[in-house]
C-alpha cells in the first residue's frame, strides 16, 4: 500500500478482508494494522484491472468500492498496427526499465491544485445536476448516481478543460469524460437493452443543455 501509485490486479479476484483494507486506503489515505493508523503518502494513486466478471474465482465489487474508482476504462484488444508492434518489438518490461519521469512530485500536486481552480459557471452546474437527477429518476438506471459521484464528475471535467489549456469547464468536457466517470458506478434498468456506456449516452443525448 505505500507508494504512490499503487496497482491492483485483478481486484475482482481480492476476497473481502483485501478489498476492505483497499477501501480504507482509497477513502481515508491510510492504513490500519494492529490498531495503528499510518498515513499514505501524497498524492496516492490506485489503477485497478479486473476479469470478467463471468470467469471462475472472481467477486462482484461492492458499490461502495466502485464509486471511489473515478473512472473505468475498458482497453478491449489492440489494432492490426498496435498488435503487430507489440509482436515485433522488445519485452514491454525492458522498456518500463527505461521510463523516464515527466514530473516530479511537487509538480503533480501543483497540477492537482490548479485543476481545483478551472472555473465552473452556475450554468454548466445546472446541467450537470440535470444529468444527475436523471439518473436517479428511475428511467435510466437502476439507483442513481451520489453525491460522491458528482464531484467526481466534476473534477474530472475540470482536468479535461485544463488539458485542452482552458481555465472553465464547458459542457463538452462533462460529455467527454461521463461514460468512463459514470457507467461502472450505475445499473441499466431492465429491459434497456444496452450496456451502461451506451445507456450512458442515450441519457446525455436526452437532457437537453440548459
Given at each position: 500500500m505505500f507508494a504512490q501509485v499503487l496497482l491492483s490486479d485483478e481486484i475482482n479476484r481480492a476476497g473481502p478482508k483485501t478489498q476492505s483494507a483497499l477501501l480504507e486506503a482509497m477513502e481515508e489515505q491510510?492504513?490500519?494494522v494492529e490498531n495503528e493508523t499510518r498515513p499514505l503518502p501524497r498524492p496516492f494513486f490506485v489503477i485497478a484491472t479486473q476479469n470478467p466478471s463471468d470467469q471462475l474465482g472472481t467477486y462482484p465489487l461492492p458499490e461502495s468500492q466502485l464509486d471511489r474508482f473515478l473512472m473505468c476504462i475498458t482497453l478491449g484488444y489492440p489494432d492490426r498496427a498496435s498488435e503487430r508492434a507489440l509482436l515485433a518489438g522488445e519485452d514491454r518490461r525492458a522498456a518500463i526499465a527505461r521510463l523516464e519521469p515527466v514530473m516530479t512530485t511537487a509538480d503533480l500536486l501543483v497540477a492537482q491544485q490548479a485543476v481545483l481552480a478551472v472555473h465552473a459557471s452556475n450554468a454548466l452546474l445546472d446541467y450537470l445536476q440535470a444529468l444527475i437527477a436523471a439518473t436517479r429518476?428511475?428511467?435510466?438506471?437502476?439507483?442513481?448516481?451520489?453525491?460522491?459521484?458528482g464531484i467526481a464528475v466534476l473534477r474530472a471535467a475540470r482536468a479535461h478543460a485544463?488539458?485542452?489549456?482552458?481555465?472553465?469547464?464547458?459542457?463538452?468536457?462533462i460529455q467527454a469524460i461521463l461514460a468512463q466517470t459514470i457507467a461502472h458506478r450505475l445499473v441499466p434498468v431492465a429491459g434497456a437493452g444496452r450496456g451502461r456506456a451506451e445507456q450512458v449516452?442515450?441519457?446525455v443525448e436526452a437532457v437537453a443543455l440548459p
Open positions: 491510510q492504513v490500519s429518476n428511475g428511467q435510466w438506471f437502476v439507483e442513481g448516481l451520489s453525491p460522491r459521484a485544463m488539458l485542452d489549456r482552458r481555465d472553465y469547464v464547458a459542457p463538452d468536457d449516452r442515450a441519457l
